[in-house]
């Protein structure tokens, strides 16, 4: 990680402070590939809730980048979330599922003790852009079966904006998906020059990454692709839309997520053993990942692991 990737923070007056993860730019793929901007994890803050990974992508010209296609590849220990602005993804699992995800739709899927998936950008997607989202599950849970759910949130008014509440609880709307640890998920549309302040859970830290526009939460500025924490303590979060043009963020949220996880490649373990032991079985095409039916290609490879042990992660104290 640079040195250009070092946390801004900001103390306001009251409550607790603001720190500001910048995006790296991660390429996915080939020659033709698309870039992400990854805020979650990092050196400094591995989750925000349970939320353990956040890419951002686009808006991406598939006529240029050649668009989304991920083959057949496993998960353990996830849950995998996905928030389109625009596009169309379709999504085939080894749990049998054949789904699509569209803009203001969620695709959750929990791979639990292990799943397989393929997702691919279909012919009719000219401009692809949105967010990919993971989810640590809890050691209690983090062998549980496969499962997917897709939801379709209605919008929200808020004054000076709207919201879309895709999973958890805000401005009065909850989310029917189901999460193994509590959690928030919801896209925001500010107004021009709009002030909006949200009833929050104090138990709750949050995170909230800028899609596009000027943005201030609480006095802390924001630009497009950073993302701004907040420790447990608030009942309210005030965002400032300070641009002439509608702004639009993902706020995330959750309950402090106290175990320490190793997250390598598709995994998600407690230890090194963890996850050879999931890549093992993964090269081996065991039963546990089962086989995803109708992608026209082989599935992924695992990447080698690395020389040393792979060691267990928490957010810095």
């Known amino acids: 990680m640079s040195t250009a990737e070092t946390d801004r923070v900001d103390t306001p007056a009251t ?8 995006a790296r730019d991660v390429p996915l ?12 994890p990092q050196r400094s803050r591995s989750t925000i809730g349970a939320w353990c990974f956040v890419d951002h992508y686009g808006p991406d010209d598939v006529a240029t980048t050649g668009g989304m296609d991920v083959a057949p590849h496993p998960h353990t220990g996830l849950q995998t979330v996905s928030w389109l602005f625009t596009g169309e993804i379709e999504h085939r699992d080894s749990l049998g599922v054949h789904a699509y995800v569209r803009p203001g739709e969620v695709n959750l899927m929990t791979s639990g003790r292990g799943i397989a998936h393929s997702e691919v950008s279909t012919p009719a997607t000219t401009v692809l852009h949105g967010v990919q989202l ?38 009065g709307d909850t989310s029917p998906v189901p999460t ?20 929050v859970d104090p138990a709750f830290e949050h995170g909230l990454l800028v899609d596009s526009g000027d943005i201030r939460l609480l006095d802390t500025p924001l630009c497009p692709a950073e993302l701004g924490y907040t420790a447990p303590g608030r009942t309210t979060l005030t965002l400032t839309n300070t641009g002439d043009t509608d702004a639009r963020l993902v706020l995330l949220g959750g309950t402090p997520f106290e ?14 053993e963890d996850i050879a032991q999931a890549r093992e079985e993964w090269q081996a095409a065991s039963d546990r990942f089962g086989a995803v039916d109708g992608y026209p290609g082989d599935r992924l490879p695992a990447p080698e692991l690395p020389g040393i042990p792979l060691k267990p992660r928490g957010n810095a104290r």
């Not at 793929?29 to 901007?37: D, E, F, H, L």
């Not at 949130?153 to 000076?160: A, R, S």
């Not at 640890?181 to 302040?197: K, M, N, S, Y």
């Open 15 to 22: 409550g607790p402070r603001v720190e500001v993860l910048p």
């Open 29 to 40: 793929g080939g020659p033709r590939a698309m870039t992400v901007r990854r805020t979650l």
């Open 134 to 171: 993971w989810v640590a599950l809890p050691e209690e849970h983090r062998h549980t079966g496969r499962d997917f759910h897709h939801h379709v949130p209605g919008p929200v008014t808020l004054d000076g904006g709207e919201a879309r509440v895709f999973l958890g609880t805000l401005a």
């Open 180 to 199: 193994f640890t509590p959690l928030l998920g919801a896209e925001l549309t500010l107004h021009p020059h709009a002030t909006v302040t949200l009833a």
């Open 259 to 272: 175990e320490r996880i190793v997250m390598w490649w598709n995994f998600i373990g407690r230890s090194h």
